[in-house]
């Protein structure tokens, strides 16, 4: 099973700011790599898939980079609602699909 | 628009059942693989079983294989879970979820609201 590992757990700035976030594969997953956005009460928003690709309806401040075992999301100038939490999730090698832990992305 | 509405959760004693449903809708149900994902209390995402857009085929979680069947009715825009065995550890929000493809796990662009299953005597 590929164990995907984000980085950082928790994430403060300020609306405005640059957020980089990490996601670390145990082995290569190629370009098989999505990314979601959850608000508290709320279903997973899928944001990118196989890693660059902007979803439906994603605005252009969300892009996802990266090949391998190494991946990121950055959104370019936060807005008062992205801060959430986000989850990458692997399809490479499956079952199982597997997410990471996920990073909280809190107001500084 | 894609409406995915889950249905079917409540509290359940455990080793007890439940059958979880899902009705699709605002797309053709029958192109589409479909997952279900669960989020146990203040935890994170876990992927517990897909269905091809045919039925065809079935992969499930090594936590609740044996345990949960998935299948899906193509002619009601209906996917279900059945959940056996239960236990503590099945706690969690289910989300039903629509899958990009139709015949494999890609990325799932679609997401119910979830229903909550409870384990608890």
């Known amino acids: 099973e590929i164990v995907l590992t984000q980085s950082p757990d928790t994430l403060s700035l300020s609306p405005g700011e640059r957020a980089t976030l990490s996601c670390r594969a145990s082995q290569s997953v190629s370009t098989y790599l999505a990314w979601y956005q959850q608000k508290p009460g709320q279903a997973p928003r899928l944001l990118i898939y196989d890693a660059s690709n902007r979803a439906t309806g994603i605005p252009a401040r969300f892009s996802g980079s990266g090949s391998g075992t190494d991946f990121t999301l950055t959104i370019s100038s936060l807005e008062p609602e992205d801060f959430a939490v986000y989850y990458c999730q692997q399809r490479y090698n499956w079952p199982p699909i597997t997410f990471g832990q996920g990073t909280r992305l809190e107001i500084k | 628009q894609v409406q995915l509405v889950e249905s079917g959760g409540g509290v359940v004693q455990p080793g007890g059942s439940l059958r979880l449903s899902c009705a699709a809708s605002?797309?053709?149900?029958?192109?589409?693989?479909m997952h279900w994902v669960r989020q146990a209390p203040g935890k994170g995402l876990e992927w517990v079983a897909f269905q091809r857009y045919d039925g065809s085929n079935k992969n499930y979680a090594d936590s609740v294989k044996g345990r949960f069947t998935i299948s899906r009715d193509n002619s009601k825009n209906t996917l279900y879970l059945q959940m056996n065995s239960l236990g503590a550890e099945d706690t969690a929000v289910y989300y039903c979820?629509?899958?990009?493809?139709?015949?494999?796990?890609?990325?799932?662009?679609?997401w119910g609201q979830g229903t909550l299953v409870t384990v608890s005597s």
């Open positions: 605002g797309f053709t149900f029958s192109d589409y693989g």
């Open positions: 979820a629509k899958d990009r493809m139709a015949t494999s796990a890609t990325c799932l662009d679609y």
